[in-house]
């Protein structure tokens, strides 16, 4: 009877084993995720992982912008009213409502496109969309006219016009009662772009050793003196006057299709052609072929602000810090746990407010 006791105790031992580690490691599993406290913060990561939250956070001036991103995924963008309330918000605790510019004329707003008849005031933002944009304001003037987008002249004969650099005063002035918008993207995202169109494409910007700048040497100039301060990457808060101009409303490009049914709306616009197409071409391909998966676009940017994180973890600091004002007004942040950029407020759990 004892020898078939130890025999039982044998046997229920085997077979138990393997479903006690399996338990084990779901539990250990869940032991090693971010603990998420009660003011909605996570704690640090056991093990010794590397990029610690909290030490990021005190490198960096706007720490709100790095963290988890918002719940939910591939949900609708959020009313426009609560996009222009925010960034009125943040702007009252802005340094830059006081904010001196230094890299050219003061209190100038550095790109403005104008419809007369509409009365509409389009802040202009490269790489962000502003090809699409600038095709959507002359469809507005039914114009089948062809040419330059970002030339004057050929602005003028379709009834629109562009400032270069229009003085604070002229805005509040002569076009205050213009409806005032602007079309924004992922600071992050926008400067990876510019990278592959400036140095990729056209060839522009070369190292010492007279080679393209590879993404980590761009990056570099960009945080030291922002290679001249090109407008492809020129921070929101040295183009439009952010905290300075009223504006009505806030497009972004990871919600432009959404955006602009209410755009459309905000502007009397019935007309259900009027919309707006992102164009982005395949990141570093030398084809002209438009990439239509967001979502491939979105990742490949990732991927390569992702491996300058693991690289160089102080550069990306720094990069995040040269654009952090940017993505605090409008809600961007960049997930250092994850390796990859977010989009959005949080807002009734939607994530790209």
């Known amino acids: 009877m004892r020898v078939l006791t130890i025999e039982l105790i044998l046997l229920l031992s085997v077979v138990l084993s393997p479903v006690y580690f399996i338990l084990h490691g779901i539990q250990t599993r869940d032991e090693e995720k971010p603990k998420v406290n009660s003011s909605g913060q996570t704690d640090d990561p056991i093990n010794g992982q590397p990029y610690r939250h909290n030490s990021v956070r005190r490198d960096i001036r706007y720490p709100d912008i790095v963290g988890y991103p918002v719940q939910g995924v591939n949900t609708t963008t959020c009313p426009n009213a609560i996009r222009v309330e925010t960034l009125k918000k943040r702007c009252e605790n802005s340094p830059i409502r ?3 510019y230094g890299d050219g004329p003061r209190e100038h707003l550095r790109h403005v496109v104008l419809d007369h008849d509409k009365k509409l005031f389009y802040c202009l933002i490269g790489k962000a969309s502003t090809k699409s944009w600038l095709k959507y304001l002359v469809n507005l003037k039914h114009s089948n006219q062809k040419g330059h987008l970002r030339h004057n002249n050929f602005l003028q004969t379709v009834g629109l016009e562009m400032y270069r650099n229009m003085p604070l005063d002229l805005v509040n002035e002569t076009y205050k009662d213009y409806f005032k918008f602007l079309v924004v ?3 992050l995202q926008r400067t990876v772009s510019g990278y592959y169109e400036m140095v990729i494409l056209h060839k522009r910007y070369k190292n010492e050793r007279n080679k393209l700048l590879n993404f980590t040497e761009f990056v570099e100039r960009v945080t030291s003196n922002m290679l001249d301060l090109n407008m492809h990457w020129r921070r929101y808060i040295n183009l439009c006057l952010l905290c300075k101009v009223d504006y009505e409303y806030i497009v972004k490009t990871e919600t432009m299709d959404e955006d602009i049914k209410g755009f459309n709306r905000a502007i009397s616009v019935n007309d259900e ?3 707006v197409k992102l164009s982005h071409q395949n990141p570093f391909t030398d084809n002209d072929e438009e990439d239509t998966t967001q979502y491939n676009h979105h990742y490949k940017y990732d991927k390569m602000l992702y491996e300058l994180q693991r690289k160089d973890p102080d550069l990306m600091k720094k990069l995040l810090n040269v654009y952090g004002e940017d993505m605090h ?5 960049w997930d250092w746990w994850r ?5 959005g407020m949080e807002y009734d759990d939607r994530e790209c407010c």
């Open 98 to 100: 006081n904010y001196k």
């Open 185 to 187: 993207r992922h600071p």
């Open 273 to 275: 052609e009027m919309t």
């Open 329 to 333: 007004l409008f809600g961007y942040k």
């Open 339 to 343: 390796g990859r950029s977010t989009c």
